[in-house]
């Protein structure tokens, strides 16, 4: 089991009674360099001065990202990396002003995977520093998507370089079903699924964008064994979790 930046150890003993298959090393498997020109809402979320997660810019001020990275952390020990093609240099780093959870995450499931953040000082938007505009649907089965992030490589070192992978959406009914080896327990309503053949997120990604068509449509959440045909990567429902995202944004 990877949670795509921080390995939930009861998840892993609810699927398999035990954790000795725990992922904890990958990348965004079957990946290329990505240039942050061409992503510019990916960020590296840092904790005591170390790539802990991805995030999407979603204003000059908000910061969007999976659940599990900022649950019970110190606001204080947090930072925020943009602009760069690096998750360990250059473009601008931020300090964090606050950070909501969504009220419903549940961190046994990792249901409603999502957060946002507030910094300190306002972006200055320009050619690798943009936000991305929200998806108001969710994304029929087969669509194809875009991953990226600085996870994990083979030898347990994070990418030095931004990655990407080209996923295709798996119908959620489909990705609950007897099909794949998660069940409805863990595909709960608020998530989408998605994989290829050789190429998935992993470990160090969770909190990045799943991205359709210019628009943010998921949030790297959690997997199991990583790229494996019967274990879609799972990603919180960008369309779904919408309202809260707008919601949680104008009052943090």
């Known amino acids: 089991m990877a949670v795509y930046g921080i390995v939930a150890t009861v998840l892993v003993l609810l699927l398999l009674g035990d954790a000795s298959d725990v992922e904890a090393t990958g990348r965004i498997i079957g990946g290329s360099d990505q240039l942050i020109r061409n992503a510019p809402w990916q960020v590296s979320i840092q904790i005591s001065a170390r790539h802990e997660c991805g995030g999407v810019i979603y204003s000059k001020e908000i910061i969007i990202t999976a659940g599990h990275c900022l ?11 943009v602009g760069a093609q690096n998750h360990n240099y250059g473009g601008t780093l931020v300090p964090v002003a606050a950070y909501k959870v969504h009220e419903q995450f549940d961190s046994r ?3 409603y995977d999502i957060a946002v953040l507030r910094l300190s000082t306002p972006l200055t938007f320009g050619l690798s520093t943009r ?9 029929s089965g087969g669509t194809t998507v875009t991953v990226t992030g600085w996870g994990h490589t083979d030898n347990g070192a994070l990418s030095d370089s931004l990655q990407k992978a080209q996923l295709q959406i798996i119908d959620r009914g489909e990705c609950a079903s007897q099909k794949f080896g998660y069940g409805a327990d863990f595909v709960g309503e608020e998530t989408i699924c998605a994989a290829s053949t ?7 990604d969770s909190g990045g964008p799943l991205v359709a068509s210019s628009q943010l449509v998921g949030i790297v959440s959690w997997g199991y064994r990583c790229a494996d045909d019967n274990y879609p990567g799972v990603y919180a429902d960008v369309a779904i979790l919408r309202p809260w995202i707008v919601k949680a944004a104008n009052a943090i």
Not at 72 to 77: A, H, I, K
Not at 131 to 139: K, Q, V
């Open 131 to 139: 936000a991305i505009n929200l998806a108001s649907t969710s994304p």
């Open 109 to 111: 499931f990792l249901h």
């Open 71 to 81: 649950h019970e952390r110190s606001v204080t020990l947090m930072k925020v990396r």
């Open 198 to 204: 050789d190429a998935d997120a992993c470990t160090g």
